[in-house]
């Protein structure tokens, strides 16, 4: 099992860039999925992309296509989100999770980390 906890939010200008960073523990790191979720106020929680056990596979929710990379560090337990042409509608509160296996539930998350995006 993991322990995500997030850092690298902050206020930014639209067209802005942040690099989040989700630490996790435990040894086994390196077997799981890991994504990053978001979540704005009055909003559902929404999915924002996906990193397979190896970094080799990545997934993307459209809206953050082209903007955002995602990426590991295995050596490190370290998974990053970096966010380019940020857009005010990326403010939330992001979210780290983790996940054994592509058929589990994401049930291992952090505390989250804000992110607000000023026009």
């Known amino acids: 099992q993991v322990q995500p906890v997030e850092s690298g939010g902050g206020l930014v200008q639209a067209g802005g860039s942040l690099r989040l960073s989700c630490a996790a523990s435990?040894?086994?790191?390196?077997?799981?999925?890991m994504g990053w979720f978001r979540q704005a106020p009055g909003k559902e929680r929404e999915f924002v992309a996906a990193?397979?056990?190896?970094?080799?596979?990545?997934y993307y929710a459209d809206s953050v296509k082209g903007r955002f990379t995602i990426s590991r560090d295995n050596a490190k337990n370290t998974v990053y989100l970096q966010m380019n042409s940020l857009k005010p509608e990326d403010t939330a509160v992001y979210y780290c999770?983790?996940?054994?296996?592509?058929?589990?539930?994401?049930?291992?998350w952090g505390q989250g980390t804000q992110v607000t995006v000023s026009s």
């Open positions: 999770a983790g996940r054994r296996r592509s058929s589990d539930p994401y049930d291992y």
């Open positions: 435990g040894r086994t790191f390196s077997s799981y999925f």
């Open positions: 990193i397979s056990w190896s970094g080799s596979s990545t």
